[in-house]
């Protein structure tokens, strides 16, 4: 193999695909990068932890076709101080590859193409569309809620629901819980419901624009999302993911009416004396006013009020203060409604497309 390419090209391809390289692998294959040579006059970048793999296409002039994997973290290094403009790339015998610049040239070890696992192939399946800001939204407003237990495996990603022409991404850690739905651009033939890993929700929503649509294709065990040329294929988590709609509540008839970042600055203020014994935030509910607390033994104290509207019963009820911020700060809508029925009752967050509840704490 041996082609030219522009450095700053090379580097943004690298960028795109070496977040999945793992270090700590026991597979020396699996640090390194598969470069091969396309028929389109392009260069295949291609990494993998066999678990999830990302695969990009970036224009090259090729002067001999061919393939070779390199060391991942060392090749990224070497073309982050490579001189701006060409870079010619060569494999020699014995897996050796030649990185030449204007200046100055490196020799670098590989391993055979053979030895690379294989990107998985998705025929005859239904590819579903959506524009690539929406399913960004709904990664954001759910995927903090994901669990990170291991011993709680099937929580360790969302749960992605398709029906019709609506799509509905859901995650939960057992303590608090984010629902979003969506409308697709076209209608999709048969249902489905898979549990995508946080790894793969993080690197797809790392590549995800403002515009523009992308689309993904679900197999048996596996699901493929095409981004503007840049394919991502992950494992899917095998398991049940827990019935979400027994523990949604009905709508509350009284509804805390208050300013979104008011109640968000508020939060955080009080969090600034948290610890990990004492966690959890106190909420007063007034008629008029909300009561922010936090007392922390042998640390100090905080107390603020927040105006507000409310016409239910007043009541006392703690919280973990993350788990507010986390939904707040995503949040862009002005004013806020909360339902709150009881101190022993999840707080709610609903809009037209959105639900989010978290569990109270003991004060």
Do not use: W
Not at 128 to 143: A, D, P, Y
Not at 224 to 236: E, G, K, P, T
Not at 281 to 295: M, N, P, Q, T
Not at 323 to 342: A, Q, R
Request: aromatic share 6%.
């Amino acid at each position: 193999m041996k082609v030219k390419i522009i450095k700053d090209n090379l580097l943004a391809g690298i960028q795109i695909v070496q977040n999945v390289v793992s270090t700590k692998t026991t597979l020396p294959i699996l640090s390194n990068i598969l470069l091969e040579t396309t028929k389109k006059q392009g260069l295949k970048l291609n990494t993998t932890d066999l678990d999830l793999g990302i695969s990009c296409e970036i224009p090259v002039d090729i002067l001999e076709e061919g393939a070779i994997t390199i060391p991942a973290k060392r090749f990224s290094d070497i073309i982050r101080e490579m001189p701006a403009g060409d870079v010619i790339i060569s494999t020699k015998k014995n897996n050796q590859i030649d990185i030449e610049g204007e200046r100055c040239r490196f020799k670098l070890m590989g391993l055979p193409k053979e030895e690379f696992p294989k990107f998985p192939e998705f025929k005859d399946k239904e590819a579903i569309r959506i524009q690539q800001n929406v399913l960004k939204e709904m990664f954001r407003m759910t995927s903090f809620a994901v669990s990170y237990e291991e011993s709680r495996y099937v929580l360790n990603g969302v749960l992605l629901e398709i029906s019709g022409d609506t799509i509905r991404i859901v995650a939960t850690d057992g303590r608090r819980l984010a629902k979003m739905d969506k409308k697709l651009t076209s209608p999709v033939k048969k249902e489905i419901s898979i549990i995508l890993p946080i790894k793969a929700v993080q690197e797809v929503s790392r590549n995800l624009k403002d515009e523009g649509e992308l689309s993904f294709i679900v197999g048996t065990n596996q699901v493929l999302f095409d981004i503007n040329d840049i394919l991502i294929a992950s494992r899917i988590i095998e398991g049940e993911f827990p019935n979400y709609n027994q523990v949604i509540p009905k709508p509350a008839g009284s509804k805390i009416k208050m300013n979104t970042q008011s109640l968000l600055s508020s939060i955080r203020r009080a969090n600034l004396l948290s610890t990990p014994d004492f966690q959890a935030v106190k909420f007063e509910v007034f008629k008029d006013k909300l009561v922010i607390s936090k007392i922390t033994p042998e640390i100090g104290e905080s107390r603020e009020e927040i105006p507000m509207e409310y016409g239910g019963t007043e009541l006392i009820v703690g919280f973990n203060p993350h788990f507010l911020i986390d939904v707040l700060k995503n949040i862009s809508e002005e004013n806020i409604e909360l339902e709150l029925v009881g101190p022993d009752k999840p707080l709610v967050i609903r809009m037209s497309e959105y639900l989010y509840l978290t569990l109270p704490m003991r004060l």
